[in-house]
């Protein structure tokens, strides 16, 4: 079993620019299954496809695309692989004081300010935001330094300003804590993002982290204002969601593949969790995806 813990990613400005934009035709992020976190905010736009989303311990199944802001050393896996289906993904990387110490402490950048605070639990926009907003992000590469300034700025106050959207972990969720605490819960999500169609136990889990049992549990549910057992079976109940979507197996199949052992409880939970039988998730996501 892998025990691999998040990677803390070093990114480097462009050249002439004061924040990173990287563009990724269909599947070539080659970072993208990496669990990892980083003191810059990050904008991620993805054009078409579908897939998981996995931030802080938010995890979720995507179609159509997706426009996600995520604040400073929350941590998260890539959105896109080989089975994803986009057509391209851009990335831009920004230290939340790349225009200087005081500049959004200023009036006119109050809408900006909240949105920064705001991202520490991860958005994800939706709706004619999510086009609208994309499609600028997508001009970013061909513009000069001083204009992609500007269109940065544009971008971040719509969103500031904008009603269609969706903050992704719990009011007051944070990953800004001591080193070795960070470590310790990416350890945790790592483990689970390895192993989660096995067996996974809190003995196992908590030895990993060198804490007791009733610790770790109330270590876990204090930052991700979830208990570790929900959060387990969240993480398989979205990957049954991408199978139910990507491939042509039986449910029973996608159930075991999964991580559940029990087909009439992961019927219950899949129903409580979408609203939805498994069937008729794939059906409706079948006609929306056609």
């Not at 269909?26 to 980083?38: G, P, Q």
């Not at 905010?41 to 996995?54: A, F, H, P, T, W």
């Not at 979830?226 to 979205?238: D, Q």
């Amino acid at each position: 079993m892998k025990t691999n813990q998040a990677v803390c990613q070093i990114i480097e400005p462009s050249f002439g620019s004061s924040f990173t934009v990287s563009k990724y035709e269909e599947n070539s992020n080659s970072k993208a299954h990496l669990w990892h976190y980083h003191p810059e905010i990050e904008l991620v736009y993805i054009n078409g496809g579908s897939g998981k989303r996995q931030v802080g311990s938010h995890i979720s199944y995507y179609t159509s695309g997706s426009l996600i802001l995520i604040g400073s050393n929350l941590p998260h896996c890539g959105f896109t692989d080989e089975q994803t289906g986009n057509k391209k993904e851009t990335v831009i990387h920004m230290k939340p004081d790349f225009l200087g110490t005081d500049f959004f402490g200023i009036s006119e950048m109050k809408n900006i300010k909240q949105l920064f605070n705001r991202a520490k639990s991860g958005i994800v926009f939706i709706g004619e935001t999510k086009k609208r907003i994309g499609s600028k992000i997508e001009l970013i590469e061909n513009q000069l330094p001083f204009e992609r300034l500007l269109t940065i700025l544009s971008i971040l106050n719509e969103l500031g300003e904008a009603t269609e959207f969706k903050v992704l972990n719990a009011e007051g969720f944070s990953m800004e804590m001591q080193m070795q605490d960070n470590d310790k819960i990416n350890t945790v999500f790592n483990y689970v993002k390895d192993n989660f169609q096995e067996q996974i136990t809190l003995d196992e889990v908590a030895e990993l982290v060198s804490m007791t049992i009733p610790s770790f549990c109330r270590y876990f549910k204090k930052i991700t204002s979830k208990t570790f057992t929900k959060f387990v079976n969240e993480y398989r109940l979205v990957h049954a969601s991408k199978l139910l979507a990507e491939k042509p197996i039986s449910i029973s199949e996608i159930c075991f593949e999964s991580g559940f052992n029990n087909f009439s409880y992961f019927n219950k939970s899949f129903q409580e969790f979408t609203g939805k039988s498994a069937s008729q998730y794939r059906k409706e996501l079948r006609s929306v995806l056609e």
